[in-house]
């Protein structure tokens, strides 16, 4: 059974404001991941780690940053929410034994901002 | 660059029936993986199934499996005996080594009482 935890799992907040999401996995992975996904359609890379202190930006721009000061853990953060960041946002890991190629999700965060 | 098509938005069966669920990719790469992911209302996505490109048995999960076809970049999800907890969004996804996924647009599948 996979490990992969994330807060809040919900998420309202006005614009301009500062918010983190997080993600943490007890799993040992190397990688971690994060997507954006609107409801119903498809997963977008915005950035992805390939171990501590190595970051890098996926496919779809994005105004967030991320951190992986640690193994297991890899935070999101808007400096300055806007509505057009409302979205679900998904963590992933994988990178481990057998099934390295495998990602493993959490269950996401779904941010709404006003 | 690495693409996925899922030509089924949505999809629509009776519960118990076999259903089918179709998925074609594009790669320069030799040496890739191939994965079908469950997203139930709930929204948390879940390995649904893997195929590993160099392997030419198909492989199966209890009552799901896929027909990969290599040469023609085919990859669809047959699930057997389907159930009313099958009712998800299915994505199809590619990947190489331990990088990036790339996604499908999703199939929305519904088993019906």
């Known amino acids: 059974e996979a490990d992969i935890y994330q807060t809040p799992r919900y998420l309202v907040i006005g614009t301009g404001k500062k918010i983190t999401l997080e993600c943490s996995q007890t799993?040992?992975?190397?990688?971690m991941y994060w997507y954006q996904q609107d409801p119903g359609m498809e997963l977008h890379l915005i950035h992805y780690?390939?171990?501590?202190?190595?970051?890098e930006k996926g496919d779809l721009s994005s105004e967030s940053t991320v951190s992986r000061i640690r193994t297991e853990h890899f935070p999101l953060t808007l400096e300055s929410a806007r509505p057009s960041h409302t979205s679900q946002y998904l963590c992933?890991?994988?990178?481990?034994?057998?099934?390295?190629?495998?990602?493993?999700f959490g269950p996401g965060t779904r941010l709404l901002v006003l | 660059a690495q693409t996925v098509t899922q030509s089924q938005p949505e999809m629509s069966v009776q519960e118990a029936e076999t259903v089918t669920l179709s998925c074609t990719y594009d790669?320069?790469?030799?040496?890739?993986?191939l994965f079908w992911y469950k997203q139930p209302p709930s929204r948390q996505m879940i390995l649904v199934i893997r195929?590993?490109?160099?392997?030419?048995q198909n492989a199966t999960e209890n009552r799901f499996s896929v027909n990969f076809q290599k040469a023609a970049k085919s990859f669809s999800l047959k699930i057997s005996d389907s159930q009313l907890g099958d009712t998800a969004m299915y994505f199809c996804?590619?990947?190489?080594?331990?990088?990036?996924?790339?996604f499908g647009q999703g199939t929305r599948l519904t088993i019906n009482p």
């Open positions: 992933a890991s994988g990178g481990r034994g057998r099934v390295k190629e495998t990602q493993y």
């Open positions: 799993m040992g992975h190397d990688k």
């Open positions: 780690s390939y171990g501590v202190n190595s970051t």
């Open positions: 790669t320069s790469e030799s040496n890739y993986y």
């Open positions: 195929q590993e490109a160099y392997k030419q």
């Open positions: 996804a590619l990947g190489q080594g331990a990088q990036k996924l790339v």
